[in-house]
């Protein structure tokens, strides 16, 4: 398994802007976030295989988020445009050895430990 950390979560206005970014301790494959808000289970967010091409989004935050990734690095960003309350969650990285980008939780192997994103209106 390989350790990942995410930094850049905070408190933002709707309409505002954050970028979350996930640092891992080795290659991994394929990366995605997911978010769970209180009082709510877990929900795949956006992924990203290595290739970075093809990227995978909800249909909520289609044309406001995106995920890249630094395989030089080992590092994947998730840049959030246009925030609204309805974002506000804790965030986490997923890392998993598979290729493809999946959407179930139980498909990823690494995780880390959330960043708290909070849009207030």
């Known amino acids: 398994q390989v350790q990942l950390v995410e930094s850049g979560g905070g408190l933002v206005q709707a309409g505002g802007s954050l970028r979350l970014s996930c640092a891992a301790s080795?290659?991994?494959?394929?990366i995605a976030w997911f978010r769970q808000a209180p009082g709510k289970e877990r929900e795949f967010v956006a992924g990203?295989?290595?290739?970075?091409?093809?990227?995978y989004y909800i249909d909520s935050v289609k044309g406001r988020f995106t995920i890249s990734r630094d395989n030089a690095k080992n590092t994947v960003a998730l840049q959030m445009n246009s925030l609204k309350p309805e974002d506000t969650a804790v965030y986490y990285c997923?890392?998993?050895?598979?290729?493809?980008?999946?959407?179930?939780?139980?498909?990823?192997?690494?995780w880390g430990q959330g960043t708290q994103v909070t849009v207030s209106s």
């Open positions: 990203i295989s290595w290739s970075g091409i093809s990227p």
């Open positions: 080795g290659r991994t494959l394929t």
């Open positions: 997923a890392a998993r050895r598979g290729s493809g980008v999946v959407t179930g939780n139980g498909e990823y192997d690494s």
